[in-house]
């Protein structure tokens, strides 16, 4: 985990998983990185959420794989699930629901499913695409820590691969790419500079 800037109550915080993704941006906003998957990024955005101030809203800028053919671009996320939390089975169990599907209040028809499990063979890809077009490692976990605390969220993921076979190279050749396209809609969309 790593704060940069200062957190203010009249400012948004960007949220991203690692330094890649965060390479092209350039603003007075601060910047918290969580590290990848959900422990690291429901840990590090409590922490921060915790110690006070919070910040006007919080903005989760990432990368994410494409599990339907076609999808490509830069998405605001409408509704995020965990693929990888047995919620029927822990609910036969408890007469509980845990980990149902968040909806966020600015995003649109876009569904974001979130794992720790980076997705990169078509078997995997073929089954969570029934439930999502997207998936990444970070959102469910960022979206669950926001609404705990009552600040609100929104997630903003660019396409880097296609979560099939080849998926890790993939990611790792398009992430420099993926995050000016991420800097590019930050400067577009938020309150970029002081």
């Not at 809203?57 to 830069?74: D, F």
């Not at 822990?90 to 028809?109: I, N, Q, S």
Request: glycine share 10%.
């Amino acid at each position: 985990m790593e704060l940069l800037g200062e957190i203010t109550a009249d400012r948004p915080l960007l949220v991203l998983a690692v330094k890649e993704e965060a390479q092209f941006l350039d603003t007075a906003l601060p910047v918290l990185l969580t590290g990848m998957g959900k422990v690291n990024a429901a840990t590090a955005l409590a922490t921060v959420l915790g110690r006070g101030p919070r910040p006007s809203g919080i903005v989760n800028l990432g990368t994410a794989g494409a599990l339907r053919p076609g999808w490509t671009g830069t998405h605001v996320v409408g509704t995020v699930l965990q693929h990888d939390l047995d919620s029927r089975l822990l609910a036969t169990l408890t007469g509980e629901t845990y980990g149902a599907p968040l909806a966020l209040p600015d995003g649109g028809e876009v569904v974001l499913a979130t794992g720790d499990t980076f997705i990169s063979d078509e078997a995997a890809r073929a089954r969570l695409a029934e439930r999502a077009p997207l998936v990444d490692m970070e959102g469910y976990a960022l979206a669950a820590a926001a609404e705990l605390a009552g600040v609100p969220l929104r997630i903003v993921k660019h396409v880097s691969d296609e979560a099939g076979d080849g998926a890790a190279r993939t990611w790792r050749e398009s992430v420099a790419e993926c995050a000016r396209a991420l800097a590019d809609w930050a400067e577009a969309n938020t309150p970029y500079r002081a």
